[in-house]
């Protein structure tokens, strides 16, 4: 029986399966002290209380992990891969960030710059604990398989996106359609990669493509992303436009149901959240996007209590999937407990649950990821709960939500597999691809046509500065 002194990266990845014994699992149902899990192949096994795993697989050496759980890898429910370069520029800036940075960046990118930007990325993942991305789409010019190669090989699920906009193409919307049936299938019997089309916003795409997307993605069992109620300003081109809000929009034109997954959907009104509630359409809840950029936080709560499917999402803010649970909670208690007297805001469980299970459902995965259960993929951290900051628990759900950090993930496996031990790949060097981006995001941004509304934080405290002297 290994003890956790002795507990190397090689002791993980053994080949054959693996008896993991932390001191608690964290299932479906809760934390289950004394349980164990049995990984084989991408897989769980089994599940159960360790002594009875120890008489059903005698052949197994048991990996004894003191001090730390067991729990789901986190799923990102939205995440834009190829922004990564430009990630520091969305500081205090207002709303709609995309027309001034993120679309010029993009169009800046060559093959090389999306497969190391998209790679960068999909390691800081990992790194916070998601072991599953949903990426919205790249506008850079580019086939989407350097994005797949780039997580692929970082060795992160991902749910990749491919744009469908066509609003200012062709009315002939054939193209965009065949384009969007030879993506679902292209990616189809992949391990880690799972096909989803993408759509930048209602007004993006024509009402024949939104219709029609839906009904492809219905088909293949995938989703369609859209951002949607993100900002006033796109609601109120929606209303001049459609004489109706984004979600209405969707709903006329046959594009809501279970297929669609609604970035952001902070500006909701009843009306929008019926809407929501009975097509079974599912929600990524950005709280941190939301903080940064937005005009509202989404009234997840309310989601939660109404059956409304939501996952948790980075929008590519920060990948700390610890921090976004905390997020998630605290702006809950922020726009909508502290004005009811709510003091529970989900009870914690909520957050854990969206950022993991929920999340899975809401990006297609439900049936492979998300949890830790015989039969679902093997996708799982291992966390050091030894420390001051988590030893004295008495309430785990509510500990990780708002104590845990991404410091305390020992590992990180995916599809039943060792990809970070400490933060850092075995196979490839992590430290190398930083170095490399970091040089090329400079010559990125030096050429990419990017306008930023307020300076930097430097920039800003000089300005305070010469204005208080010259006082």
């Not at 004394?34 to 089994?46: K, M, P, R, S």
């Not at 990524?284 to 999402?313: C, D, H, Q």
């Not at 502290?338 to 809401?362: P, Q, Y």
């Given at each position: 029986?290994?003890?956790?002194?002795?507990?190397?990266?090689?002791?993980?990845?053994?080949?054959?399966?693996?008896?993991?014994?932390?001191d608690v699992v964290l299932t479906p149902d809760g934390p289950?002290?004394?349980?164990?899990?049995?990984?084989?192949?991408?897989?769980?096994?089994?599940?159960g209380p360790a002594e009875r795993l120890e008489r059903t697989?005698?052949?197994?050496?048991?990996?004894?992990?003191?001090?730390?759980?067991?729990?789901?890898?986190?799923?990102?429910?939205?995440?834009?891969?190829?922004?990564?370069?430009?990630?520091?520029?969305?500081?205090?800036?207002?709303?709609?960030?995309?027309?001034?940075?993120?679309?010029?960046?993009?169009?800046?990118?060559?093959?090389?710059?999306?497969?190391?930007?998209?790679?960068?990325?999909?390691?800081?993942?990992?790194?916070?604990?998601?072991?599953?991305?949903?990426?919205?789409?790249?506008?850079?010019?580019?086939?989407?398989?350097?994005?797949?190669?780039?997580?692929?090989?970082?060795?992160?699920?991902?749910?990749?996106?491919?744009?469908?906009?066509?609003?200012?193409?062709?009315?002939?919307?054939?193209?965009?359609?065949?384009?969007?049936?030879?993506?679902?299938?292209?990616?189809?019997?992949?391990?880690?990669?799972?096909?989803?089309?993408?759509?930048?916003?209602?007004?993006?795409?024509?009402?024949?493509?939104?219709?029609?997307?839906?009904?492809?993605?219905?088909?293949?069992?995938?989703?369609?992303?859209?951002?949607?109620?993100?900002?006033?300003?796109?609601?109120?081109?929606?209303?001049?436009?459609?004489?109706?809000?984004?979600?209405?929009?969707?709903?006329?034109?046959?594009?809501?149901?279970?297929?669609?997954?609604?970035?952001?959907?902070?500006?909701?009104?009843?009306?929008?959240?019926?809407?929501?509630?009975?097509?079974?359409?599912?929600?990524?809840?950005?709280?941190?996007?939301?903080?940064?950029?937005?005009?509202?936080?989404?009234?997840?709560?309310?989601?939660?209590?109404?059956?409304?499917?939501?996952?948790?999402?980075?929008?590519?803010?920060?990948?700390?999937?610890f921090r976004l649970t905390e997020a998630a909670e605290f702006?809950?208690?922020?726009?909508?407990?502290?004005?009811?007297?709510?003091?529970?805001?989900?009870?914690?469980?909520?957050?854990?649950?969206?950022?993991?299970?929920?999340?899975?459902?809401?990006?297609?995965?439900?049936?492979?990821?998300?949890?830790?259960?015989?039969?679902?993929?093997?996708?799982?951290?291992?966390?050091?709960?030894?420390?001051?900051?988590?030893?004295?628990?008495?309430?785990?759900?509510?500990?990780?939500?708002?104590?845990?950090?991404?410091?305390?993930?020992?590992?990180?496996?995916?599809?039943?597999?060792?990809?970070?031990?400490?933060?850092?790949?075995?196979?490839?060097?992590?430290?190398?691809?930083?170095?490399?981006?970091?040089?090329?995001?400079?010559?990125?941004?030096?050429?990419?046509?990017?306008?930023?509304?307020?300076?930097?934080?430097?920039?800003?405290?000089?300005?305070?500065?010469?204005?208080?002297?010259?006082?």
């Open positions: 029986m290994t003890d956790q002194h002795d507990l190397t990266p090689d002791r993980l990845r053994a080949d054959g399966a693996l008896l993991l014994e932390p289950m002290d004394h349980y164990a899990a049995v990984v084989t192949g991408d897989t769980f096994l089994a599940v697989y005698p052949h197994l050496t048991p990996v004894r992990l003191r001090g730390h759980i067991l729990m789901p890898g986190f799923v990102d429910s939205h995440h834009h891969l190829t922004q990564t370069f430009g990630a520091a520029l969305a500081f205090g800036e207002p709303s709609e960030i995309f027309r001034r940075l993120w679309v010029p960046l993009e169009g800046a990118l060559d093959e090389e710059e999306v497969y190391v930007a998209a790679k960068l990325a999909a390691l800081e993942s990992l790194r916070g604990g998601f072991t599953t991305v949903a990426e919205a789409g790249t506008r850079a010019p580019v086939d989407v398989e350097l994005v797949a190669a780039a997580t692929r090989d970082v060795g992160i699920r991902c749910v990749l996106g491919l744009v469908c906009n066509d609003a200012d193409s062709d009315p002939d919307t054939s193209t965009t359609l065949a384009n969007a049936e030879k993506h679902l299938v292209r990616y189809c019997t992949e391990e880690l990669i799972h096909p989803s089309l993408a759509i930048s916003v209602p007004e993006a795409a024509t009402a024949r493509t939104l219709h029609d997307t839906a009904r492809l993605a219905a088909a293949a069992g995938a989703v369609v992303q859209i951002h949607v109620n993100e900002h006033l300003a796109a609601v109120e081109r929606s209303l001049v436009q459609h004489g109706l809000r984004p979600l209405e929009y969707l709903h006329e034109v046959g594009a809501l149901g279970p297929q669609l997954l609604a970035a952001h959907a902070t500006l909701l009104t009843p009306r929008e959240l019926t809407l929501l509630a009975d097509s079974g359409a599912a929600v990524s809840y950005n709280p941190v996007a939301s903080a940064w950029k937005g005009n509202a936080v989404a009234p997840a709560t309310t989601m939660a209590e109404r059956g409304i499917r939501f996952g948790l999402g980075t929008d590519g803010t920060r990948g700390d999937a702006a809950q208690r922020l726009a909508y407990g502290l004005a009811t007297g709510d003091s529970s805001c989900g009870a914690g469980w909520t957050w854990l649950e969206h950022a993991g299970r929920g999340g899975a459902d809401a990006v297609g995965l439900g049936a492979r990821t998300g949890r830790i259960a015989e039969g679902a993929a093997a996708d799982f951290l291992l966390v050091d709960v030894s420390g001051p900051e988590m030893r004295l628990s008495w309430d785990l759900p509510w500990e990780l939500v708002r104590r845990g950090n991404r410091d305390q993930i020992t590992a990180v496996f995916v599809a039943g597999r060792l990809r970070l031990w400490r933060g850092w790949p075995l196979d490839w060097d992590g430290p190398a691809l930083v170095r490399r981006a970091a040089d090329m995001s400079r010559d990125v941004l030096l050429r990419a046509p990017v306008t930023r509304v307020h300076p930097t934080s430097t920039g800003a405290r000089h300005a305070h500065a010469e204005r208080s002297t010259a006082q």
